[in-house]
């Protein structure tokens, strides 16, 4: 699978590139003069659908930006999360791409045919969805966001 096969499914640009780091603190000291001023916040997430079962998250969150894309430092402080399961096998550094969409459930479905599947889904109200979706072929990790602007 080449990534190129997203561009003909008609997803829109690519908005957030998300890292997932060990030292919040240290990766916005780090890039502040290149993505900041960064916004940071702590980032719980409950009862979140994680490869078929309901867990928790606590996340340290810092948003910068470079022109229109938003650039996310992601430090898990516990709990069962795409975060803590990277950060765990060893990793750390870019970990997804990020497209806003209008109709989350919907994209699923069109990235399915080109071999992604959710693996983290969150609804955080009627209007507000995320969710976190993998393919072996890719080692990144796509998000999807419907939210109102």
Known sequence: MKIDSLEHLGLPPVDQIGFVVKDLDAWVDRYQAVFGPF???????????????????ELKLA?????????E????????????EFIQSGKEGMHHLRFRVEDVDGWIEKLKTVGYTPYWYKQWS????????????DPLTLELLQMPK
């Open 126 to 137: 009627a209007d507000t969805v995320f969710v976190y979706l993998e393919n072996p072929d």
């Open 39 to 57: 916004t940071i916040m702590d980032g719980p997430i409950a009862d979140a659908t994680f490869r078929g079962q309901q867990k928790d998250a």
């Open 63 to 71: 948003f910068g930006r470079s022109g229109d894309l938003e650039i």
């Open 73 to 84: 430092f992601i430090e898990w402080v516990s709990g069962t999360s795409p975060h803590s």
